[in-house]
């Protein structure tokens, strides 16, 4: 018996394919202006790097609404800290 997951037929609401789309696109922005090779590092420091990189104002926007003492331990630490990827349930 073959599931809908792998078939290819299973959908997600639209609702939440678009959000899953959009974080997947915020990531990918923040990406391009911050070092997630060498982690830990504070959130302090990825703004620094952002401001250094030429990020557009929303993607400071996001890093300053961390606490700049932060540690990010590693890329998931992130993404969760600024709601790109759902937190998981417990």
């Known amino acids: 018996m073959t599931s809908g997951a792998l078939d290819g037929s299973y959908q997600l609401p639209e609702d939440d394919s678009e959000d899953l789309a959009a974080r997947r696109r915020a990531r990918e922005e ?7 090779t060498h982690l830990p590092v504070t959130a302090g ?17 996001r890093l300053a609404e961390l606490d700049p003492e932060l540690e990010i331990r590693d890329k998931t630490a992130l993404w969760r800290a600024l709601s790109y990827e759902p937190r998981p349930s417990l």
């Open 30 to 36: 923040l990406d391009q202006y911050v070092d997630l």
């Open 45 to 61: 420091v990825l703004r620094g790097q952002a401001q250094d990189n030429g990020a557009p104002p929303e993607v400071l926007r």
